[in-house]
């Protein structure tokens, strides 16, 4: 049996507003577009008109502004799992990198990444040779105990961009200690 642990790697994040979402990802996603992964979202909360401001001010090859600009970052809220797998089925089939970015309240990243998990394990012979990372992002402000979400994934990504979540809590541990 294949591992399918292997196959993905979750994230998350936690934004304030929508700017601050699309300031944090776009550079993680201009990094990950010149490797050859293939973006996708899921996303209850659209960004689309954030993300055309902001890439208007940045300076970038206009053919990663235009790569960044094909992704879809209007809201499309796929709940049925028949949906996700289709979009899935259609969108993975030529790249071995594949992020899926889902913004939203915890419910709806909780359906998605339960779907997510279905896909993969219903599809996981014809998934390993890819690398599928799921980044959940969370406002948060809608959640008290950040913790509780942190410890179902492997990776944050803040403006500092991805880190383990062990690194992240071992630099505050020592700067509590240092103080």
């Known amino acids: 049996m294949e591992n399918k642990e292997k ?3 979750k994230v998350c994040s936690f934004y304030v507003n929508e700017w601050h979402l699309t300031t944090m990802m776009l550079p ?3 990094e990950n577009i010149t490797k050859d992964t293939q973006i996708l979202t899921i996303l209850e909360n659209g960004i689309q008109e954030r993300v055309e401001e902001l890439i208007s001010r940045m300076n970038l090859k206009e053919e990663t502004k235009s790569k960044i600009l094909s992704i879809n970052w209007t809201s499309n809220k796929m709940y ?3 949906n996700i797998e289709q979009y899935l089925k259609e969108k ?3 790249k071995n990198s594949i992020e899926i970015i889902v913004n939203g309240k915890s419910e709806h990243i909780n359906i998605i990444n339960t779907n997510i998990n279905k896909f993969i ?3 996981h012979k014809e998934l390993k040779n890819k690398t ?3 980044i959940n992002c969370y406002e948060a402000s ?3 105990d950040a913790k509780e979400i942190i410890k179902n994934h492997e990776l944050i990504l803040n403006t500092s961009g991805l880190r383990r979540v062990e690194e992240v809590f071992e630099k505050e541990q020592n700067q509590q200690v240092a103080n």
Request: aromatic share 14%; charged share 30%.
């Open 7 to 9: 196959i993905i790697k």
């Open 142 to 144: 809608k959640y008290n």
């Open 132 to 134: 599928i990372t799921v």
């Open 28 to 30: 993680h996603i201009n």
């Open 92 to 94: 993975i089939k030529f």
């Open 121 to 123: 394990n219903k599809n």
């Open 80 to 82: 049925k799992y028949d």
